[in-house]
């Protein structure tokens, strides 16, 4: 992980069912994102969590989304 601005630990949770409060947050099952427009539930792991580019890459290749390459800072 990078740096963080929160002065208080974040849990994440990946699961769809987990209830969701200032310290447990979403984060993607698939690419392990936290931050995306859309939250999706995975057909492939029932009861998991996707981002929304790993559940639309499911949902059309219906095989999980590849672990993308390490982004880069910036623009
Ligand atoms: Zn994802």
Known sequence: G???N????VVYTEDAATKLSDL???RCFNCRTTGT????????SPGKL??????????????PRPAQLPNKLGP
């Open 6 to 9: 929160n002065d208080f630990p």
């Open 50 to 63: 996707l981002c929304n580019k790993c559940g639309l890459f499911e949902r059309t290749h219906s095989r």
């Open 24 to 26: 447990v947050q979403r």
């Open 37 to 44: 427009c859309t939250w999706r539930r995975s057909k492939l």
């Open 2 to 4: 990078g740096p963080v």
